[in-house]
């Protein structure tokens, strides 16, 4: 449902207020996934999936502050090669990227407000919201956190989660979390908990919006708690753990998820680099959601535009109920400080589960994660799991013509980061299982830095099996993608960047052609003036082809910022 102007602006406020203003932010992200059981005492959230203090917090703060706002002025002209238009836009800019760093306060945010106004009148004009923001703070050093976050972003639809052009009508995303983490030991056990609730919004303008979803906003929350020791004074490590999820979609459907699971698992050294572990557990899924309005022959009532619509006095459609055992077996390798593998297979989701994690540190400058995942989950607790696992000190490449944040975030730390379009690719308002694989890679040296991200999910979602329900999508999409950027300092004042993507989307709805996106973008960049001048150039081309569409866009731009 399309938004107005207004309520996006509140929307952005409240998302950029909470992030900036609150007096905390992200732990490690909790998920409705349970965790892998602990191979030692030295646990983090990441091992967990729970509260635990990650390495990054634990680093001695310095304190500082680096907040820049910017003014930016840039002519574009964007063509369609296949025979299309061509379009002058003059680009109007205003933001701020910013840094704190207290002994207890680490904060990090990146806002952008960009309009577009297209000369000839034919193009239209645009504007656009795009930030990325985290704070953590030590509310109590050693035993209390509070976390928050926010995004804003936009893709160019189903299966478009990269390459916006301002040629494209496209879809506003805008997301904030917030929760507390707690940490602390019983005895020898160590004790975790947290709690965060999430917000999601979506502001669709693309053609025909309505028809494929009527995804308004969403309101998630998520608890985790987990006692546990690492082997050492038995045999053995143990971890007992429990977690509740629930989501509720704002759109005339009234979809509702909620998850529950509790788990115990334990670790069991096998040599002094390797570990077996396995764990044991319930859990209770459900979903549900409005009827379609049916007439006298039960037949979907449309509107005049052929969207169907709610009916609040039927029963409640069940669209998600699995409850039952879970368990699985794996091991824990950790050969070296710097390299750690888990892996772990096992029944859950009513059939066969595989999930597994994978880091290595090359040296210093280098570094590479990777992970298989399966998970229930919706896409506004996709989103906030997102932003929640983001580590406070991130870096990101804007989209020089958008100055959208679409690609990957990736952390100071090599491998560190993570990618969004696993979960930009399709925003649905149903719950859905997910099952797929990422990987990252990224680091630095010398004048170069460079980064890259690539994901696969294969999406199967939880909807009433009326074939009325078809408008919305089909019952299972899977995509694709990749992302990379290398950036080199050509001199004190001048730098260079290139940034590249590539996608696929392909789903089960009848009649529907798969979406293939490829593109790339050079920037220069040169700082004048006391770096406070900066003048900018950049070239883009990107292809989209979806059945008999085909489309070829040309870009290039020359700006002017200037930095306070």
Same mark, same amino acid.
């Given at each position: ?80 090669? /296949? &025979? =299309? !238009?061509?379009? *002058?836009?003059?680009? +109007? $800019? ?5 840094? #704190? ?20 009148? /034919? &193009? =239209? !004009?645009?504007? *656009?919201?795009?930030? +990325? $923001? ?5 509310? #109590? ?21 990269? &390459? ?401």
């Amino acid at each position: 449902m399309a938004r107005t102007s207004l309520s996006i602006l509140r929307r952005l406020a409240l998302a950029f207020g909470l992030a900036v203003a609150a007096t905390v932010a992200p732990a490690q992200g909790v998920s409705y996934d349970p965790p892998p059981a602990q191979a030692s005492e030295r646990q983090t959230a990441s091992d967990t999936g729970e509260a635990a203090p990650s390495r990054e917090r634990q680093r001695p703060r310095r304190s500082r502050a680096e907040i820049r706002p910017y003014l930016e002025v840039a002519q574009i002209v964007t063509a369609e090669l /296949n &025979g =299309g !238009d061509v379009f *002058t836009y003059t680009s +109007l $800019a205003a933001g701020v990227d910013g840094r #704190v760093e207290t002994r207890r306060v680490r904060a990090q945010a990146s806002y952008r407000y960009q309009r577009n106004i297209e000369w000839g009148g /034919n &193009g =239209g !004009d645009q504007d *656009t919201h795009s930030g +990325l $923001a985290i704070v953590n703070a030590d509310i #109590v050093p050693g035993l209390l956190q509070f976390d928050a976050g926010a995004l804003a972003t936009r893709t160019g639809g189903i299966g478009r989660a990269l &390459g916006v052009t301002p040629r494209d009508s496209s879809i506003g995303i805008y997301s904030l979390f917030a929760g507390p983490t707690l940490s602390t030991r019983i005895g020898p056990a160590a004790l975790n908990a947290a709690y965060r609730i999430g917000y999601v919004a979506v502001d669709d303008d693309t053609p025909f919006g309505a028809f494929r979803d009527n995804y308004d906003d969403a309101v998630a929350h998520s608890l985790s708690a987990s006692i546990g020791m690492g082997p050492g004074r038995l045999p053995f490590g143990w971890t007992l753990a429990g977690g509740y999820a629930r989501s509720d979609n704002g759109g005339p459907f009234d979809q509702r998820f909620e998850g529950a699971y509790v788990r115990g698992d334990i670790v069991l050294p096998v040599g002094p680099t390797l570990a077996l572990t396995a764990g044991v557990g319930y859990e209770d899924l459900r979903a549900d959601q409005f009827d379609i309005a049916r007439d006298a022959d039960d037949l979907p009532i449309l509107t005049p535009g052929g969207v169907p619509i709610a009916d609040p006095t039927r029963p409640r459609l069940l669209t998600y109920d699995i409850d039952g055992l879970i368990y699985d077996a794996g091991l824990i390798w950790r050969p070296t400080p710097r390299t750690e593998l888990q892996a772990r297979a096992g029944h859950r989701y009513g059939g066969t589960t595989i999930v597994g994690t994978f880091q290595h540190r090359f040296n210093r400058t280098y570094g590479v994660a990777a992970a298989v995942f399966d998970t229930v989950e919706t896409f506004g607790s996709s989103i906030i799991n997102n932003i929640s696992n983001l580590p406070t000190d991130f870096n990101i490449v804007r989209n020089p013509f958008t100055g959208n944040i679409g690609g990957c975030a990736f952390g100071a730390d090599p491998g560190a980061g993570l990618c969004f379009d696993q979960s930009l690719q399709s925003v649905r308002s149903t719950s859905f299982r997910a099952r797929g694989a990422t990987a990252l890679v990224s680091g630095n040296r010398g004048l170069w830095s460079f980064g890259a991200g690539a994901s696969y999910v294969h999406r199967r979602y939880a909807r009433p099996s009326d074939p009325a329900f078809d408008i919305f999508g089909g019952g299972s999409d899977q995509s694709f993608g990749l992302y990379a950027t290398v950036g080199r300092e050509l001199s004190r004042t001048s730098d260079l960047t290139f940034d590249a993507y590539a996608s696929w989307f392909d789903s089960d709805l009848a009649g529907f052609e798969s979406i293939f996106s490829v593109g790339a973008t050079a920037t220069y960049s040169r700082r004048l003036l006391y770096d406070r001048l900066q003048l900018i150039g950049a070239l883009g081309l990107y292809h989209t082809s979806s059945g008999a569409n085909d489309s070829i866009v040309a870009n290039g731009l020359i700006g002017l910022r200037y930095t306070f």
